[in-house]
């Protein structure tokens, strides 16, 4: 069954410090990948996504990840945080171009990051 | 920016007994999606729903569970009778019909609690 890792549950940094926060997957055939926000109180929102092409993304808000295939990786990075990137992170994974599927994702468990101010 | 609503916030219920979590999708959107996410646990896939049918169900989603698209803009889920274990936060998805590549957006959750 795929799965998707997140190896950090809880990410402390302070503000400017630089951030990565690892994500690994088990699907060898086609992937899309996500990576979604959850900030306090608020929904899931996307912050980027990989279908093909360039394996280094960017996102918004100064975010980016890369796509490394061969170790079935798809990174977060941001080379400088501040307090409001205080949120849970989540990777997820869709197999893509699959014949009839429709999309459903399969999520990590999250990395919380607290950034100290 | 359009978002997708879900109410209520929060459902405190006894076991045994039927909720109905609503979600309001965004409004040209024609997948519609129920995740869940136990306490610790990571988020899960339950049920996507187009065309007025189920298209996927996980294994979590047994006969206790039903959705309904009742009047073209509430997309529900019910759970028939409710046990401990199904406490955990309800997230409802939608996206367009730009294909399966489509970005899902996620509506704030229910936080369901079965005593």
């Known amino acids: 069954a795929q799965s998707v890792s997140q190896h950090n549950h809880h990410v402390i940094l302070s503000e400017a410090a630089s951030l990565e926060l690892g994500c690994n997957y088990s699907y060898g055939g086609t992937v899309n990948l996500f990576w979604y926000v959850q900030y306090p109180g608020q929904h899931l929102q996307l912050l980027l996504k990989y279908f093909s092409g360039d394996p280094l993304v960017k996102g918004i808000k100064g975010f980016e990840a890369e796509f490394i295939k061969s170790k079935f990786s798809f990174n977060l990075r941001k080379p400088s945080v501040q307090w409001s990137d205080t949120a849970e992170y989540f990777c997820?994974?869709?197999?893509?171009?699959?014949?009839?599927?429709?999309?459903?994702?399969?999520f990590g468990k999250g990395t919380k990051l607290s950034v100290k101010p | 920016e359009p978002e997708v609503t879900q109410t209520p916030s929060h459902q405190v219920t006894q076991m045994g007994q039927e909720v109905i979590l609503r979600c309001v999708p965004i409004?040209?959107?024609?997948?519609f999606y129920w995740y869940r996410q136990i306490l610790g646990q990571k988020v899960e896939f339950l049920v996507s729903f187009y065309n007025n049918e189920i298209s996927e169900k996980s294994e979590i989603f047994d006969d206790q569970f039903s959705v309904e698209r009742p009047d073209g803009s509430n997309f529900t889920l019910k759970i028939r009778s409710t046990k401990l274990e199904d406490s955990a936060m309800y997230f409802c998805?939608?996206?367009?019909?730009?294909?399966?590549?489509?970005?899902?957006?996620f509506g704030p959750g229910t936080r369901l609690l079965v005593l």
């Open positions: 409004s040209n959107h024609l997948y």
């Open positions: 997820a994974v869709k197999r893509g171009n699959y014949g009839g599927s429709q999309g459903n994702l399969i």
């Open positions: 998805a939608s996206r367009s019909s730009g294909g399966a590549l489509e970005t899902q957006y």
